[in-house]
Nanobody
Framework: QEQVVESGGGLVEAGGSLRLSCVASPRSLSIADMAWFRQAPGKEREFVAR????????NYADDVKGRFTISKNNAKNTVFLDMKSLEPEDTAIYYC??????????WGQGTQVTVSS
């Protein structure tokens, strides 16, 4: 059964950095792309960044461009989100999403990121 597990959230001061990680399993899963979404209190879940598993092409939400970087390790089915210059507005639960070449997408349980002012 496909599974996605995030890690790396925490509490950081404004201007600080964090790295999130997400592992998709099983290792045999054929991934099309992986992405990060986030949901702040009282708001809907929103797209943050996506990376194509084959080409490595990326795209970002406008409000994280230049601050967040998505990257991957194909051999480990792992995607990363490096976040810098964090702002209190970045406070949210961050969710990892994996879309396979065939079948249904998978979501992780989320990891909390809190940015203090």
């Amino acid at each position: 059964q496909e599974q996605v597990v995030e890690s790396g959230g925490g509490l950081v001061e404004a201007g600080g950095s964090l790295r999130l990680s997400c592992v998709a399993s099983p290792r045999s899963l054929s991934i099309a792309d992986m992405a990060w979404f986030r949901q702040a209190p009282g708001k809907e879940r929103e797209f943050v960044a996506r990376i194509n598993w084959i080409s490595g092409s990326t795209n970002y939400a406008d409000d994280v461009k230049g601050r967040f970087t998505i990257s991957k390790n194909n051999a480990k089915n792992t995607v990363f989100l490096d976040m810098k210059s964090l702002e209190p507005e970045d406070t949210a639960i961050y969710y990892c999403n994996a879309r396979p070449l065939c079948g249904r997408e998978s979501w992780g349980q989320g990891t909390q990121v809190t940015v203090s002012s």
